[in-house]
């Protein structure tokens, strides 16, 4: 839509109807969006394309709303149609985004959490497995997924370097650069 403060991410492979957008925490209301969590930076969005009767003109409707804290790539909040629970069909498309690495962790505690927030313990096994396949990078990013999977793959002085980079007031800024060489998490 021309003028929309809605900007589009990617379609799903798995249902082209389907696709990721978001939009910016300032435009949420311009754009409609609801969303409890105001501490978001941005909103993500689960859209559906509604086709007419002669399958021309479309609508979107949002099937699932994510609050999402650049600070730290986490989504805060997890909704889905009219604020209520996500639905299992919409399960894929999430998977789908879990494995694109748009985001690096879960953490929707903290007292705007209800229990119609979504949550990695939602999703089956094989759902889990899948998106630690695709993107091993989550089980060092997200403590619950670490805490079920164990960290995937060694994680090198690169990665210290970066979070030295974001908070120059780290603890472990005055340690030397051997010593961050050495520091690994498990297999």
Request: net charge negative; with cysteine.
């Amino acid at each position: 839509m021309i003028g929309s403060p809605i900007k589009y991410i990617f379609s799903c492979t798995r249902s082209p109807n389907f696709e990721w957008c978001y939009v910016d925490a300032e435009d949420r209301k311009s754009a409609y969006i609801q969303i409890d969590n105001l501490s978001a930076d941005k909103v993500l969005l689960l859209q559906e394309k509604g086709f007419n009767a002669r399958g021309g003109s479309y609508r979107y409707s949002n099937r699932m709303v994510l609050g999402y804290r650049e600070s730290d790539g986490a989504l805060i909040e997890i909704k889905g149609y009219l604020g209520g629970k996500v639905r299992q069909e919409h399960y894929p498309m999430f998977v789908e985004l879990a494995c694109s690495g748009i985001f690096d962790k879960i953490d929707v505690m903290g007292v705007e959490s209800t229990e119609n927030d979504f949550s990695w313990k939602d999703l089956p096994e094989e759902m889990l497995d899948t998106i630690v396949k695709e993107n091993p990078r989550i089980t060092q990013t997200d403590p619950w997924m670490r805490d079920k999977f164990g960290a995937r793959e060694k994680v090198g002085k690169t990665f210290f370097d970066d979070a030295l980079r974001k908070n120059s007031e780290n603890r472990y800024e005055t340690l030397s650069s051997e010593i961050l060489r050495k520091m690994t998490v498990k297999d």
